[in-house]
């Protein structure tokens, strides 16, 4: 058996790459929000920042994920339990 060739163009491929693009920079937001928690001892406003940098990122993501899919671009499946 051999897979369907993926055109490189596709929508698909493009999308791929930029869910895991965000999906790095949310997990960053995260990790610098807990080293401003261990470091600054919650003096600053650093742990808020990048706890709102995170949610911001999260909330842009889905909106990307919403409109992919009405779009077209990506299509929902079940998934056998």
């Keep these: 058996m051999h897979a369907a060739p993926v055109d490189a163009a596709s929508p698909g491929t493009a999308l ?3 869910i ?3 999906f790095v920079l949310i997990i960053g ?3 610098s929000a ?3 928690l261990v470091r600054d001892k919650g003096r600053t406003r650093n742990v808020a920042r990048a706890l709102t940098v995170r949610i911001a990122l999260s909330v842009a993501l889905f909106l990307m994920l919403l409109a992919a899919w009405k779009l077209g671009w990506i299509q929902p499946h ?3 339990i």
Aim: net charge neutral; hydrophobic share 65%.
């Design 16 to 18: 791929n790459w930029i």
């Design 20 to 22: 895991l693009f965000a």
């Design 29 to 31: 937001s995260l990790v």
């Design 34 to 36: 807990g080293v401003f």
């Design 78 to 80: 079940s998934v056998p």
